[in-house]
């Protein structure tokens, strides 16, 4: 099973900030990567996929990178709405594994 | 836009059988792969299981054996049936549609495991 460690497990800034979070992979998925954000009580929403693509609708203050082992999930210009936790995902054959999550607090 | 509903008992007694089901609207479940996650409290996601129109299936082997996913194609629905419960299944359990990732999710339900 592929692990996928995030780091840090909890992100201090405030709004206006970029905030850059981490996603490292225990073996080589490619590109086989995605990003995720879930505020309380409520479901995970896609936010990138194939580690650099944006899903539907996500503002493009959100870029996604990496490649192989490592991943980075950059958020520019933080806007309120953005403070939440982040979820990195891999596909390694028809297994997924999540990250343990980032939580992205209020400074 | 797909969007899905999770339903079913939110209390299981533990060795009994979780059975849980997701409706789908505005999609249709002849296609696509469906899935099933599960968040832990306190805890991140864990995959369980997805099912694919045609029937086939894979499932987390952290399950050993205990889950079973279906679809029903004519009802737009697909259900998860997960024997032996013990307490570490309690959790808040997501369908979601996708392969590789998951790019619609129902609301998700808590389902605890309790006598």
């Known amino acids: 099973e592929i692990v996928l460690t995030q780091s840090p497990a909890t992100l201090s800034l405030s709004p206006g900030d970029t905030a850059t979070l981490s996603c490292r992979a225990s073996q080589n998925v490619n590109t086989y990567l995605a990003w995720y954000q879930q505020k309380p009580g409520q479901a995970p929403s896609l936010l990138i996929y194939a580690a650099s693509n944006t899903a539907t609708g996500i503002p493009t203050r959100f870029i996604g990178s990496g490649s192989g082992t490592d991943f980075t999930l950059t958020i520019s210009s933080l806007e309120p709405e953005d403070f939440a936790v982040y979820y990195c995902?891999?596909?390694?054959?028809?297994?997924?594994?999540f990250g343990q999550g980032t939580k992205l607090e209020i400074k | 836009q797909v969007q899905l509903q999770e339903s079913g008992p939110g209390l299981v007694k533990p060795s009994e059988t979780l059975s849980l089901t997701c409706s789908v609207s505005g999609g249709s479940t002849t296609t696509y792969y469906w899935n099933w996650i599960r968040q832990t409290p306190g805890k991140s996601l864990e995959w369980l299981a997805h099912?694919?129109?045609?029937?086939?299936?894979n499932y987390n082997p952290s399950l050993r054996g205990r889950a079973a996913i279906s679809v029903d194609t004519s009802k737009t629905q697909f259900s998860l049936k997960l024997n032996s419960v013990t307490a570490a299944d309690t959790a808040v359990y997501y369908c979601?549609?996708?392969?590789?990732?998951?790019?619609?999710w129902g609301q998700g339900t808590l389902v605890t495991v309790s006598s």
């Open positions: 995902q891999q596909r390694s054959n028809w297994l997924y594994t």
């Open positions: 979601a549609s996708g392969y590789g990732f998951f790019d619609f």
């Open positions: 099912i694919y129109s045609s029937g086939y299936t």
